[in-house]
T-cell receptor, first 118, second 114 residues
Framework: AQKITQTQPGMFVQEKEAVTLDCTYD???????LFWYKQPSSGEMIFLIY??????QNATEGRYSLNFQKARKSANLVISASQLGDSAMYFC???????????????FGTGTRLTVIP | DAGVTQSPTHLIKTRGQQVTLRCSPK?????VSWYQQALGQGPQFIFQ???????QRGNFPDRFSGHQFPNYSSELNVNALLLGDSALYLC?????????????FGPGTRLTVT
């Protein structure tokens, strides 16, 4: 089974509007972390926001917020007041507590391409 | 504060050749992870290095090997290149206990195998 599922290959949003990018995950580990990264055409993965599995409140970072619904295994990214510079690929990723090794590799989804329309 | 750097930016190799990619972690970071991102896909974990040892490995063949140096920089080596190895190779660094901190990515090396 896929650990991270992003069902929206592409999304369009009007400038200054809000947009939600969907992400569902699959894990049996009680301790995990969820991340969103932005990847512009240049290729660099830019860290946006993090949510820990034990965090009681939804994470927020400026115009980014993470709608964390643990029972539904959902971690949607909400971008408020979209800007033209937000046009990029967005990836949801999960880190599990890999017991014994201490490793913390990320599992990524297939991404959503967001296009902001002027 | 320098972020994660990778070299070279682009590389073209012929099938069967060997390639070495380099990564310098963000200042203060001691853990380096490598990912392969094929066109139109999300990054796939190759392996992670900590204290100069491979700590975990993803589902990649032994043709993919790595090394971490005492200054925490790292190399990714790929032998006997295949056309399917063409991809963006991303390096990420992190720190914290057991490298549990956030992973920060470099700009990547785009490898083309012809």
């Amino acid at each position: 089974a896929q650990k991270i599922t992003q069902t929206q290959p592409g999304m369009f949003v009007q400038e200054k509007e809000a947009v939600t990018l969907d992400c569902t995950y699959d894990t049996s580990d009680p301790s995990y972390g969820l991340f969103w990264y932005k990847q512009p055409s240049s290729g660099e993965m830019i860290f946006l926001i993090y949510q820990g599995s034990y965090d009681q409140q939804n994470a927020t970072e400026g115009r980014y917020s993470l709608n964390f619904q643990k029972a539904r295994k959902s971690a949607n990214l909400v971008i408020s007041a979209s800007q033209l510079g937000d046009s990029a690929m967005y990836f949801c990723a999960m880190r599990e507590a890999t017991r014994g090794t201490g490793a913390n590799n990320l599992f990524f989804g297939t991404g959503t391409r967001l296009t902001v329309i002027p | 504060d320098a972020g994660v750097t990778q070299s070279p930016t682009h590389l073209i190799k012929t099938r069967g050749q060997q390639v070495t990619l380099r990564c310098s972690p963000k200042s203060g970071h001691d853990t380096v992870s490598w990912y392969q991102q094929a066109l139109g896909q999300g990054p796939q974990f190759i392996f992670q290095y900590y204290e100069e040892e491979e700590r975990q490995r993803g589902n990649f063949p032994d043709r993919f090997s790595g090394h971490q140096f005492p200054n925490y920089s790292s190399e990714l080596n790929v032998n006997a290149l295949l056309l399917g190895d063409s991809a963006l190779y991303l390096c990420a660094s992190s720190s914290g206990t057991g490298g549990w901190g956030y992973q920060y990515f470099g700009p990547g090396t785009r490898l083309t195998v012809t």
